[in-house]
């Protein structure tokens, strides 16, 4: 065990991540002695065991349901509380699609979020299919299984009646399964744990969605890492030449990145 780890865990306190990862090769290394291709199952045992041994230094101490070291569900209520009202009305002037207006007649009264969402995904060009899937309100999770097509990447199944947009009750999917039906109802629930998914499954935010995505993980969840991205990779089919072309990468969209200053901009004229 390095010297730095030995320290904290006889201290009682959690190694620094560079020190945590250097622990991880020295175990990997050790593991290897023995085996050279241990099991999934095999590892999940040595890691319950160290944990157990050392909670201070190696167990997950972050408050029950906050995954991400964030309350997603808390973050969004008061981003939206603050700023949904200045962020609707600048959508409202700048969504691409004609139906805009539509949007926001179809969706009851109180029901904000779920109008900025889907103002958002015209904006970026998406498709509302992208995120979001609507179904029968007496559906269950078989009949949705059997009548909508779910696609590998998540969704958030709402349940409507008719053609009126209320967002009561919803479901997830991922793997083309309805994995959990929400026990709490509203649509920024569901938004906050279709969002948690990509986190707590180390998901990359699918191609359909992933300005609307990462606008939601930018602003109203307030993460921003200074490296990386949960952006898809690989080859993308161009909007402009239909062909597939190699997708550039970069740690903030760039359409993400305006939209975000032109609301900062618009936000101060608003108030």
């Keep these: 065990m390095p010297e730095e780890v030995q320290s904290a865990v006889a201290n009682s306190k959690r190694p620094a991540p560079d020190k945590r990862r250097q622990m991880i090769r020295v175990l990997v290394d050790k593991i290897r002695k023995h085996d050279t291709n241990p099991t999934r199952s095999e590892c999940l045992i040595i890691c319950r065991n160290i944990v157990k041994q050392y909670p201070s230094s190696s167990a997950d101490m972050t408050p029950g349901g906050v995954i991400i070291g964030i309350n997603v569900l808390h973050a969004s209520e008061l981003s939206i509380e603050e700023s949904g009202s200045g ?142 991205t949960k952006a898809s990779r690989g080859k993308v089919t161009s909007k402009k030449t239909g062909k597939l072309v190699q997708k550039k990468g970069a740690t903030v969209n760039p359409h993400v990145a305006t939209l975000i200053k032109n609301l900062v901009d618009f936000e101060w004229g608003f108030m």
Excluded at 112 to 117: D, E, K, T, V
Excluded at 145 to 150: A, N, S, V
């Design 87 to 228: 962020i609707e009305k600048y959508l409202m002037t700048k969504a691409k699609n004609k139906d805009a207006q539509s949007i926001v007649s179809q969706t009851k009264e109180g029901e904000l979020i779920l109008s900025i969402i889907q103002l958002l995904m015209a904006y970026f060009d998406e498709r509302r299919e992208g995120l979001i899937l609507f179904a029968d309100m007496s559906s269950t999770a078989a009949d949705i299984e059997c009548t909508l097509t779910l696609p590998a990447s998540p969704r958030l199944i709402l349940l409507v009646a008719g053609d009126d947009v209320a967002s009561g009750r919803w479901m997830l999917s991922i793997k083309s399964h309805v994995v959990c039906e929400g026990p709490q109802s509203g649509f920024i629930a569901g938004l906050a744990a279709v969002f948690a998914t990509y986190y707590v499954f180390n998901l990359r935010y699918q191609e359909e969605a992933e300005r609307t995505l990462e606008f939601i993980q930018r602003r109203f969840v307030g993460i921003n890492p200074e490296r990386g």
